[in-house]
């Protein structure tokens, strides 16, 4: 199976080439994610000897996360899966996230400005995927769901946000959190040939990002 996959869901912007189980990677962080994204997917199939119509599908970081980043992710696959008439495979940012963390329990979560996080709980199944315990919300940190057992590692710029607001709130039920982690395409990958193979793969007009929140923007208006 030959998977490229691409996420641009935070500060950090990544393209992965997954054939057969290896990985190979660009991963950079910055603002240049319009710039960059392309020449990095021409450079990662270029090291790996593949073009485009060889492979099986496009994996991407569907969201949440990053309003403008989600765009130009979504924007990206849709063109080169209707060039080379490739399925796309939707992939949580989120889960790949915590897809990146070695443990059985994982907290993921985002810093979704105005004083909220986009979050997600996700446990490790049988096959190594991190698979979403609930829904993926965007909450403010204080409303954040406390899991009936212990044990969870949180991740994510939202633990690096509001560490001290999280771990008051869940106490005893976290073990631990890991600073300055972002997800990564190579996770999207393992996702993404995880879920192509359940048969989840979709068109190339259904790669749409998952903002979570409708209201991209908040106005405030004085009386």
Same mark, same amino acid.
Do not use: C, K
């Given at each position: 199976m030959k998977i490229l996959a691409l996420d641009s869901s935070t500060e950090a912007c990544s393209v992965a080439l997954w054939t057969d189980g290896e990985v190979r990677e660009r991963f950079e962080?910055? &603002?240049?994610? &319009? *710039?960059?994204?392309? !020449?990095?997917v021409q450079e990662m199939l270029a090291e790996g000897g593949q073009v485009l119509t060889q492979l099986d599908a496009i994996a991407f970081g569907r969201g949440p996360g990053s309003f403008t980043g989600l765009r130009i992710c979504a924007g990206v696959v849709q063109g080169l899966a209707f060039g080379a008439d490739l399925p796309v495979v939707p992939v949580s940012s989120l889960a790949a996230l915590a897809q990146g963390v070695d443990?059985?329990?994982?907290?993921?979560?985002?810093?979704?400005?105005?004083?909220?996080?986009? $979050?997600? %709980?996700?446990?490790?199944?049988?096959?190594?995927? %991190? *698979? !979403?315990?609930g829904e993926e919300k965007v909450l403010t940190p204080m409303q954040v769901p406390v899991p009936d057992d212990a044990g969870w590692v949180g991740v994510? &710029?939202? $633990?690096?946000?509001?560490? %001290?607001?999280?771990?008051?709130?869940?106490k005893n039920r976290v073990a631990a959190w890991r600073a300055q982690s972002f997800p990564r395409a190579r996770f999207v990958a393992q996702l993404g040939a995880y879920l192509y193979e359940k048969g989840t793969a979709l068109k190339p007009e259904q790669a749409l990002p998952i903002y979570l929140r409708d209201d991209v923007a908040v106005k405030q208006t004085k009386l």
């Open positions: 962080t910055g &603002s240049q994610h &319009s *710039e960059r994204i392309l !020449p990095m443990a059985a329990r994982v907290l993921a979560a985002f810093d979704a400005r105005m004083h909220q996080v986009y $979050w997600g %709980a996700y446990i490790r199944n049988a096959q190594g995927m %991190a *698979e !979403p315990v994510g &710029s939202g $633990w690096d946000q509001y560490a %001290a607001v999280l771990t008051a709130r869940l």
